[in-house]
Structures are given as structure tokens and as C-alpha cells.
């Protein structure tokens, strides 16, 4: 049972143009959702992160917007650039009864930006 | 500077055997996680420690071992019982924030 869904495994797009990742999830639990990006062969790196009290957060060219009544997410990135190419994973996690933390990852969004 | 460290790079497996896949990290986080990646597929939790000599199983623990005796180091054992372990591992630490730090994975092979 995936409590984090990306329904789109890839996504191709100009140079220059908008971005759109979308991420959804059924766990009403989940308060903080973060955007990790992923080259081959290497470890995720952590992008941007919103908790459940807003409904956006920006930094840069990235901004991820929060729906919670639909229990769904984006990531847009504008402008698109080359080196924007990579995996995007969406994340998300609850408030721990106890201990530490736990992030629930999606499959995972292959993003092509054509120059 | 600081970061995780996960060794080897590639790791090749005969049937049968056990392997141990190594993280350190230089951090000062106190939590650390293994991740398995299959293509195709999110990152499934494999355990997770939260202190020294404490780990807990995560999703997928059946047929791997860990241990966590020195805070910087949370090795993965493969164990024979894991029929399917070809697959990239990556290690994970965290300090009382959601926000984690990979290392640069293993991608181990049965051969």
C-alpha cells in the first residue's frame, strides 16, 4: 500500500520552461513533506521541504506548493535548466510517537530538461 | 568536510554468502537509516537506529542484520536469507531533523 504517490515515472521539458512534479499521498498523518533529487549513481540530495502549516515554500527556482484538503503536492521549477535532468523523489513524514524520524519515499519522477 | 561515507562503491555477491556493507559518517548525527532502491521503485527502509547499541527494522528487515556499536558507523549485513539482494543501498543520517544526508550508495550484484 503506497502512502506516497508519484504518478508520472517521467517528464520531459524545454529549456527554460516550467517544471510540474506532483506527488500525492493518503496518510492524513503525514506533516512534512520534503523534495529530494537524485543523479544516477549517487545518493539523493535533499531540495526543498514544506510542513503542513503552509502551503508553499520557495527557494530559488524551486517552489513546492501544499494542498492538504487533496492531499497533494508540486514541485515547480522555473526556469527549467539542463542540469535540472534527474530523478525527483517526493518524501513525507509524521510527527514520531517516539525516536526519530521516518520518511516515506514515492517511486520517484525522472525529469528531462531538453536543451 | 562532513558527510557520509558508504564503501565499497560496487560489491558483487556469490549465492549463498553474506556481505557487509559499510556508512560512516563524521556528522555528529545521532540518526542513521539504510535504504534499499530497486529500479523503478521509491527507497524502502531497511532499519534504522536512533542511538548506539539500538536499531529498529524497518519495512523490508527480513534476511539483513545491523548493528550500531560507535555512533558514526551503522554497517548492513546481507545475509544469505536475502533472496533477492541485488538492489542500491544508500545510508542515511539525520540529527532530531527530518532533513536527511545520503551517502553516495552501494550497488550490490549477485553473481
Known amino acids: 500500500d503506497q502512502q506516497v504517490k508519484q504518478n508520472s515515472p517521467s517528464l520531459s521539458v524545454q529549456e527554460g520552461r516550467i517544471s510540474i512534479l506532483n506527488c500525492d499521498y493518503t496518510?492524513?498523518?503525514?506533516?512534512?513533506f520534503l523534495w529530494y533529487k537524485k543523479y544516477p549513481a549517487e545518493g539523493p540530495t535533499f531540495l526543498i521541504s514544506i510542513s503542513s502549516i503552509k502551503d508553499k515554500n520557495e527557494d530559488g527556482r524551486f517552489t513546492v506548493f501544499l494542498n492538504k484538503s487533496a492531499k497533494h503536492l508540486s514541485l515547480h521549477i522555473v526556469p527549467s535548466q539542463p542540469g535540472d535532468s534527474a530523478v525527483y523523489f517526493c518524501a513525507a513524514s509524521s510527527e514520531p510517537g517516539a525516536g526519530s524520524y521516518q520518511l516515506t519515499f514515492g517511486k520517484g519522477t525522472k525529469l528531462s530538461v531538453i536543451p | 568536510d562532513g558527510g557520509i561515507t558508504q564503501s565499497p562503491k560496487y560489491l558483487f555477491r556469490k549465492e549463498g554468502q553474506n556481505v557487509t556493507l559499510s556508512c560512516e559518517q563524521n556528522?555528529?548525527?545521532?540518526?542513521m537509516y539504510w535504504y534499499r532502491q530497486d529500479p523503478g521503485q521509491g527507497l524502502r527502509l531497511i532499519y534504522y537506529?536512533?542511538?548506539?547499541?539500538?536499531?529498529q527494522k524497518g519495512d523490508i528487515a527480513e534476511g539483513y542484520s545491523v548493528s550500531r556499536e560507535k555512533k558514526e558507523s551503522f554497517p548492513l549485513t546481507v545475509t544469505s536469507a536475502q533472496t533477492n539482494p541485488t538492489a542500491f543501498y544508500l545510508c542515511?543520517?539525520?540529527?532530531?531533523?527530518?532533513?536527511?544526508?545520503f551517502g553516495s550508495g552501494t550497488r550490490l550484484t549477485v553473481v
Open positions: 556528522l555528529n548525527h545521532d540518526a
Open positions: 537506529s536512533q542511538i548506539v547499541n539500538d536499531f
Open positions: 496518510n492524513s498523518m503525514f506533516d512534512y
Open positions: 542515511a543520517s539525520s540529527k532530531g531533523t527530518r532533513i536527511y544526508t
